[in-house]
């Protein structure tokens, strides 16, 4: 299994941070921000990583939200998603992000998502709450 980490970040308005894919797996796919937790690294390093360098914002990691199984191309990715608070930055896509954006739920309705992603934040309680 390949252990892996996303950040569940909701702004002051209840919208919610997504990040379209550049890269496979997921290329052109919208999902939370998030990747593979480097040896050595512990699961909110890897969040706090993974997210500046995706989104340019620097965040808290609060509680384990929930976690996920999912197929890759040689075994399974592990994927623990963590609730985060942003404490500063400046909204950027970079990284394997070919944009990042706050999205409604209005809007989250339009885009291709990750497979298993909205039934995930609805079932977690985490969907946009604008």
């Known amino acids: 299994m390949i252990r892996c980490v996303g950040g569940i970040v909701h702004d002051s308005n209840g ?3 997504l990040v379209r894919r ?3 797996p997921g290329e052109g796919l919208w999902s ?4 593979r937790v480097e040896p050595g690294e512990d699961d909110r390093a890897a969040v706090i990583r993974e997210i500046r360098e995706e989104t340019g914002l ?3 990691v609060g509680e384990l939200i929930g976690s996920v199984t999912r197929p890759a191309v ?3 990715y592990d994927i623990h998603d963590y609730a985060c608070q942003v404490r500063s930055g400046v909204l950027r896509a970079g990284d394997d992000a070919a944009e990042v954006r706050w999205v409604t739920g209005a809007i ?3 885009l291709p998502l990750s ?3 909205h039934e995930t ?3 977690w309680g985490q969907l946009p709450r604008a």
């Open 58 to 60: 620097s965040v808290t």
């Open 74 to 76: 040689h075994g399974l």
């Open 15 to 17: 919208r919610l941070l």
């Open 32 to 35: 939370i921000p998030g990747g």
């Open 115 to 117: 497979e298993g992603l």
């Open 108 to 110: 989250l309705d339009t």
């Open 121 to 123: 934040l609805q079932a």
């Open 22 to 24: 550049a890269n496979p």
